[in-house]
């Protein structure tokens, strides 16, 4: 084959497989069917047709294909399954609240509710609570400020001093303790006989409330500026409004001075006979002794 080949065309062809092979290029194989691609007639003596593998169609070395990295939004937790939460339901009453929410309420239910209380700091000193005495339908209830020494004793309101003025004072308007009913703001005696503080009236007098609405008398009457401040939410003075006539709820209200006022200011009681005998007027009533 060589012999066959001039020299010159062997060195082209040397130097062009040199090329090839710097291009990486080293597999060449003979064209065993030359004239399928190139009909015409080849010059005798010719070179024989040596095929060399396309560059750009014969596929070039390549590094090894590694899988491209995928990435992908991780698939979110399952949340752990939790029991829905019940729709809230309407709060029970409070033993808090007026009677006007409390079905059926009666005297008995709000003392078994009051229970032995603890719910302010009076009952630590107490040694009886003073719930209230009297007739549980009375169209006339006097409310005053809290219990005294004898009422913490006995558990039972306005039976000291103050207590026996009151009852002369029922008496003279022609009626008797057992026909009025008689309770105080606080239901446990302050110390020292003290006026309460405000954080002890708004913690028991929510029973008094209830007190009134199951009674629900035609009068009350305020002894002193606790009571008048209490039920009607204010704080001005009693001097200012004694002996008027104000509504609460379904009652009239009136507001006079204390017994235990009366006991320190003798002078005043003209002006407390004046209150109490409006409160006859309006219940009808005759003073003690006196015929139609």
């Given at each position: 084959m060589p012999g066959q080949i001039p020299e010159n065309l062997q060195k082209k062809v040397a130097e062009r497989l040199a090329f090839y092979e710097d291009l990486g290029i080293r597999f060449f194989y003979r064209d065993r069917y030359p004239e399928a691609l190139f009909p015409h007639k080849q010059p005798a003596g010719s070179v024989e047709n040596v095929a060399v593998s396309n560059p750009i169609a014969h596929e070039e070395p390549?590094?090894?294909?590694?899988?491209?990295?995928?990435?992908?939004?991780?698939?979110?937790?399952?949340?752990?399954k939790v029991a829905p939460l019940p729709l809230p339901s309407a709060p029970a009453p409070s033993l808090f609240d007026a009677s006007d929410k409390i079905v059926n309420d009666t005297l008995l239910r709000i003392r078994e509710d009051l229970g032995e209380c603890t719910r302010c700091k009076l009952h630590k000193h107490r040694h009886t609570i003073v719930f209230g005495d009297g007739h549980p339908k009375a169209?006339?209830?006097?409310?005053?400020?809290?219990?005294?020494?004898?009422?913490?004793?006995?558990?039972?309101?306005?039976?000291?001093?103050?207590g026996k003025l009151l009852t002369q004072m029922v008496e003279a308007m022609g009626l008797q303790r057992k026909d009025v009913y008689i309770c105080n703001v606080v239901k446990c005696r302050?110390?020292?006989?003290?006026?309460?503080?405000?954080?002890?009236?708004a913690t028991c007098s929510p029973f008094l409330v209830r007190q009134l609405e199951v009674i629900s008398p035609k009068v009350i009457v305020c002894l002193g500026a606790v009571a008048f401040k209490t039920l009607m939410k204010t704080n001005r003075g009693i001097s200012?409004?004694?002996?008027?006539?104000?509504?609460?709820?379904?009652?009239?209200?009136?507001?006079?001075?204390?017994?235990?006022?009366?006991?320190?200011?003798?002078?005043a009681k003209g002006e407390v006979w004046k209150d109490l005998q409006k409160v006859m007027a309006v219940l009808g009533l005759r003073a003690k002794g006196k015929s139609a």
């Open positions: 390549t590094l090894p294909k590694t899988a491209k990295p995928h990435f992908q939004k991780p698939a979110p937790a399952a949340l752990p169209e006339l209830v006097f409310v005053g400020e809290g219990p005294g020494a004898d009422e913490d004793a006995q558990g039972l309101p306005f039976v000291g001093r103050a302050p110390p020292e006989n003290r006026t309460p503080e405000e954080d002890e009236v200012q409004y004694r002996g008027q006539w104000l509504e609460y709820r379904n009652s009239k209200l009136l507001a006079t001075y204390h017994p235990a006022y009366l006991l320190r200011n003798p002078n």
